[in-house]
């Protein structure tokens, strides 16, 4: 994509040179392996049950497959009421190449006392202030090491398999970037919807929503970091760089869940300022304008509605199987 000026990004390096500062010492280690599950080891839930409470993902790595090293980054601040839930869904991937970074902004409510009890499996957290989730992405991202990268933030989770379904498919299609479908949870109703992806070509990338950061994932050799000066839209400006030009496949599997909460940036109120400011004060006075840009909307939901026509979401029995959830609804 085209920019009017040069975006200030900060150089990761000088992260991890402070992280090395304050004696951290990279590759940091993986989350540890067993091959039954960890889910005898973890602490055990109190009146929850299903995925990722009493649930995990079998291990099913056949000989012939050399797991490549996957990075996961969890920005959190504040998010005590659903963090352990997320954590979880990280760790019961039970994925033998893990890497699990955890940046708490210096919550104030339980969350430090979850990220204790859950501290002997994580690769590495901290909790201390920030300057908001795109700095915490960053310095996630600054002490990674493995092959591919993804991030999740503390209210949504990962489903059963996703780990092993993504690493399967850069092996097999060997391309730079993968993005899969979704479920949303109405966290008021508990109702879950399957929310299809959209079909992701260079020139639709400046609409927004179209790449669900939750299930993305990228070859650390693409990797490039956060515009710290965004508030929200902070993963959309990031796939104008990050995935223009490079090899994209879509896999139809819901890969996590994203939770609708109240205090959820994309449905709280109190934040529409603060998207509006940074798609109006800096986004678009980044970026180039495009031309005829109402006929590339109606193209883009003509095509879209075609290919998502063609490609139909997973069974809901299936998801359902996976899940193991009595307390959500899948519409």
Known sequence: MLTKHPISVPNLKDYRDYFASQGVSTPLRNVPFSEVGLLKELPSPKDRTGWPWTVETKINFGESFLAPKISIVMPSYNQGKYVEETIRSVLLQNYPNLEFIVCDGGSTDNTIEILEKYSPWLSFWQSKKDRGQGHAINLGFSLASG?????INSD???SPNCLYKVAKQFVEVNKDF??????????????LSYTQSFLVLDRYLRFGGIIPSHAAFWKKSIHQPIWEDLNCAVDAELWLRLVVKRSKSHLRYPLAVSRVQPDAKSVNEGYQKLWEDDYNKKIWKAYESVNFWQLRCYEFRYIQKIYKHLFKPIPKQIIQGLLQRDDLTLF
Do not use: V
């Open 147 to 151: 092959d591919y990268f993804g991030w």
């Open 156 to 158: 949504d989770f990962y």
């Open 178 to 191: 993968i993005y899969g479908d979704s479920l949303t949870l109405d966290e008021n109703k508990k109702w």
